[in-house]
């Protein structure tokens, strides 16, 4: 089992650990920064020791975590080493994730799929399209990262979650199981919802956003693309 340290500060950029196994061509660490890839978020790049981390995913339990290394790494179990993430590009995953979640807000739909990249993120909605306007959109989720609200983190146990079905907005996704409990994430007033991902602590952090375009996916899926200006 891994301590995931970015569930609790997703700003740690760096640790110490130490390896616990080697897999084909993956190591797991007993602690790490590195966020493994779910919910439409790529998994972190960066170091562990002087070994590049292409890749990270996630293992076969809820609190392991896969670092996929380059080829020819030389490591081994009880080794101690430092991990540490490539910061900039978490940071604008963070950004984008946290920005999802106000498009949720200025969007009321369903949510049937999403993905974060490092150069836009998409929300793909059950709606019709007539109902999508880029201005209108744009406007409210601009509204809202020039707010300032704090986003906040908790948890709920999985019995409280089955009891209430609306916090689980994406169809797509199961959020996080098999702990027994499910983290929240919280940016009050504006959104609440099952999430596992990384956010920035406040919704300016995030900066001006543009609608880049709206699309159809199909009969079910109204795309809606954000880039940061």
């Not at 130490?18 to 170091?47: C, N």
Request: proline content about 5%; overall charge negative; hydrophobic content about 40%.
């Amino acid at each position: 089992m891994t301590e995931l340290l970015f569930r609790e500060n997703p700003y740690l950029a760096a640790c110490d650990a130490s390896v616990i196994a080697i897999h084909d061509g993956a190591v797991e660490l007993d602690r790490t920064v590195f966020y493994p890839m779910g919910g439409g978020q790529p998994g972190d790049t960066g170091r562990i020791g002087a070994w590049r981390v292409m890749d990270t995913r996630k293992g076969e339990t809820p609190e392991s975590v896969l670092h996929v290394l380059e080829p020819g790494f030389d490591l081994k179990p009880g080794e101690s080493i430092k991990a540490e993430i490539d910061w900039e590009r978490r940071h604008l995953h963070m950004r984008f994730h946290t920005a999802l979640h106000l498009l949720c807000a200025a969007v009321r739909a369903p949510v049937t799929g999403g993905r974060i990249a490092s150069d836009k993120a998409h929300l793909d909605f059950d709606i019709e399209m007539e109902r999508l306007l880029k201005e209108e959109i744009e406007a409210c989720v601009n509204e809202l990262v020039a707010g300032a609200h704090a986003t906040q983190a908790r948890w709920i146990t999985d019995t409280e979650l089955d009891a209430r079905p609306e916090l689980v907005k994406t169809m797509s996704v199961a959020p996080p199981r098999g702990e027994g409990r499910v983290r929240l994430v919280d940016i009050p007033g504006v959104d609440l919802q099952a999430c596992g991902g990384t956010h920035v602590q406040n919704t300016a952090e995030i900066g001006p956003v543009a609608v880049a375009r709206i699309r159809s996916e199909g009969k079910r899926n109204k795309r809606v693309t954000l880039v940061l200006r």
